[in-house]
Structure formats: C-alpha cells, structure tokens
C-alpha cells in the first residue's frame, strides 16, 4: 500500500504556491507510506543547452563546497549547484554522458536521481512529514509535480528504491500497486541496452514507458501499448515537462481521486489528501476509470 499525489496549476499565478498546496496533500497519504517519500516538480526550463542534474549524495554530512568546486573547474566555471539537505540541483551545459561519467568517476557514491530541462526531483526515507520539512518541499515553485509515499511490500526501504523513478530526460513515475512480470519487461529491455538501477517493480514500468516514447511514441501511445505489456494490480502517476497523465489497470483495485477545478488538477489516493485545497468543494471530483488514459497539460 502506498499514496500517490499530483498537482497541476492552470493559473500562471499559482505555480508561487505550488509546493505550499502540495505539502498537506503528501502528509496526508502519511498512514499509506510511513516509510519514505518523494517528489519530482517541473518548473522553468533550464536555458539554452543546460540542463538539471538531481544528485543525492547518501549522507547529510557530503562535503558540497567542494563537490561544487570540483563540478564548475571539471563542468565549466558556469556550472551552478543548488544545495538542499543531502540533495544538490546541478545545472549546466554539459551533456548527460559528461556528467554521468564525471560522477562515477569522482563521486561514486553519490546518485544521479534525474536529468532534464524542466525536472527536480527530492526522494529519502523518513515519514512524509520529516522528508517534506528536510528538503523544505513548501517552498517549491513550478507548473505541476508527481509525489508519493511508499509502503514497502517486495523491496528494501532505502532512498535509491523510494518513487518517483525516472528514465530518460524529464519524465517520471510513481506506483500504487505491484507488477506480476517486471523481470520478464527486464529481460526484454535489458539487451537493448537499457540498465536498470534497482530491483523495484516500479522501476520496470518507469523503463519500459519511457522505451516507448524515445522510440517515438507519444505517452498516450506507450501508455496503451503499457496495458498489453505490464500485468498487476497499479496506479500509475507520470510527470513529462508539460503534462501529467494517470491510468489504472483493468481492474482498478487501488484507489485514485481526481479533483479538478479551474485553477488546477490534483490527483490522490485518497480524498483527504485534497481536502485542504483551495476551492476543493466546488472541484469537479471522479474516480478515474479502467485503463483509460488521463493527461492534463500545461
């Protein structure tokens, strides 16, 4: 059992509140996910040909001055390093390949949590309150974001197996459920060269989606192809750099709200975690229904 949010803000004007409106609906999925927490937002596009680089580096205790030196003489004097807790927002011009392999090389012990133009993304163990006070989550800003807390029921409790996962360039996934045939989706990917980071089921259906779509589908398209080939019991809440999506398997046994309105979409597990949104009494509210795609963009 875990909880699952999403918040879209239609209104420019409430992308300034969009972590502040966000907290109490992570809090309130506390009792389905006591164990770990995280939260992928997108927010202003990084400029030109830089990007974002979320790095969680396993210890409150990381030496950041000089891993911030290190990365602007090694990624180029323009390179910026944005610290929260044991988490660093890396943005740069140098490609994906450059950072990773100047991460394995120097700060192996460190983790590449996601890349993009749009994306950040925070995820520790602890309660939802205790992650969302560490990483100050109230004072995110951005036009839409995917969270979640995690219950576990296969795997370790440890940050690297929390949610959101992500694959590829600004996208990402959160999971309430679990997957019969992950290794078989591993095996099928696997010798196309797609590596994968932990033994999490959710980290499948992240690979596989994203597969999809770098082979040139749309995410409605991978998302339709997804019901023929992932097989269980899910919920699952996808963030791209302009849209946030939701489908359910054909059986919809764990539970999903929709509450939407003219100045935003949220997405829960369950409805007292909208309850404290604005204007969430006149919201138009609904279960989303069996395999059937949901996108709202931005």
């Given amino acids: 059992m875990c909880g699952i949010v999403g918040l879209l803000v239609k209104t420019p004007s409430m992308r300034d509140r969009l972590g502040e409106m966000m907290v109490p609906m992570l809090i309130g999925m506390s009792e389905r996910g006591p164990e770990s927490a995280g939260l992928a937002v997108f927010g202003e596009a ?3 040909d830089r990007r974002k680089y979320s790095v969680y580096s396993g210890t409150l205790l990381t030496g950041w001055d000089e891993f911030t030196l290190a990365a602007q003489r ?3 004097d323009d390179t910026t390093v944005t610290v929260h807790a044991n988490h660093a927002a890396v943005e740069t011009p140098a490609q994906p390949t450059h950072v990773k392999a100047w991460l394995a090389r120097h700060y192996p012990g460190h983790h590449l949590l996601s890349v993009g133009k749009s994306i950040d993304l925070y995820k520790d ?3 939802p309150g205790a ?7 109230s004072r ?3 036009s839409h974001l995917v969270g979640h807390t995690r219950m576990a029921t296969e795997t370790a409790v440890t940050p690297s197996r929390a949610h959101p996962f992500t694959a590829g360039e600004d996208f990402c996934l959160v999971h309430n459920g679990s997957l019969s045939n992950p290794y078989s989706v591993r095996r099928k990917l696997e010798p196309l060269g797609i590596v ?3 033994d999490n089921d959710t980290e499948a259906a992240c690979r596989f989606l994203e597969w999809r779509m770098r082979e040139g589908d749309t995410l409605e398209a991978a998302l339709e192809k997804g019901f023929d080939e992932l097989d269980g019991f899910y919920t699952f809440l996808m963030g791209t750099k302009n849209e946030l999506a939701l489908v359910r398997d054909a059986f919809s046994c764990k539970p999903a709200i929709v509450a939407e309105t003219d100045d935003y ?4 597990s369950e409805f007292r975690s909208l309850a404290k949104l604005p204007g969430v009494k006149e919201a138009n509210l609904f279960e989303p229904k069996p395999e059937q795609i949901y996108v709202w963009r931005t």
Avoid: K, N, P
Avoid at 131 to 137: E, H, K
Avoid at 265 to 268: E, G, H, N
């Fill in 265 to 268: 979409v949220a997405i829960s």
């Fill in 125 to 127: 163990t602890g309660t």
């Fill in 140 to 142: 995110l800003t951005g």
């Fill in 46 to 48: 990084a400029a030109d």
């Fill in 131 to 137: 992650v969302a006070a560490r990483y100050d989550f």
């Fill in 74 to 76: 090694d990624l180029g």
């Fill in 196 to 198: 994968f980071e932990t």
